[in-house]
Structures are given as structure tokens and as C-alpha cells.
């Protein structure tokens, strides 16, 4: 299936167990695979035939930067929700949202999750 990639958009959220990360913050990277048919799109060069850019960085921030989490797990979950409920060409997608530098034990570049849902999935 085609897709429409993109990566590294970068947020500032809430979301964790600790208050201090509730109080402060922190910066987010998602990253986002769009699954779609973009052949209509391709021969139609009109923009209703594809999934704008610009909405689904808006659609993203709104959840990253949104009411905070305790894990980024749901905050993975709630930006496919969102996806499949905001774009009607939208078949699957695939979500990673990445922390950098968290407050756990030892020393770490960042911690992610990454998860995969199908539009069948959300109804």
C-alpha cells in the first residue's frame, strides 16, 4: 500500500508518571506512516485525492501538546484515534512518539513505542 512518511515532528507535552514531568514538560518526536492510496492523487494532483500535511502535523500537536498521559503508549493510541477519525482516505497507520532523555535509571538516548493500527480496527 503507498504511504505518506513523516518524521521527526517535534512537540512540546506533559505526559508521564512523574509530577515533575507533569509540572515541566518536555520535548516529543513523532514520527508517522500514513497508509492511503495515493494513485487517484497522482493522476489527479489535487489535494483532495491525498492527505494534507499540514492537518495532520495539526492533529498530532493537538494531542501531543494536549491533556497529559501518564504513558506515551496512550498518547500513541490517541494520535492513530484521531488520525482515522480526522482523514477518510486514511486505511492504516503507523504511530511512534519518542522521549527523549526520560527520568528512569541509566542513561538513555530516548525512549519510544511505536504501534500499528488498521482503520477496521477504529470502526
Known sequence: MDKIILNELMFYGYHGLFPEEKKLGQRFTVDLELYCDLKTAGES????????????????????????KNLIEAVAEEVANKMFQTFKHLEAIKVKVDKPGPPI???YQSAAVEIERERHQHG
Open 105 to 107: 535509571p541509566g542513561y
Open 45 to 68: 494532483d489535487q489535494m483532495e485525492d491525498s492527505i494534507d500535511y499540514g492537518a495532520v502535523y495539526q492533529v498530532a500537536k493537538n494531542v501531543v501538546e494536549g491533556e497529559a
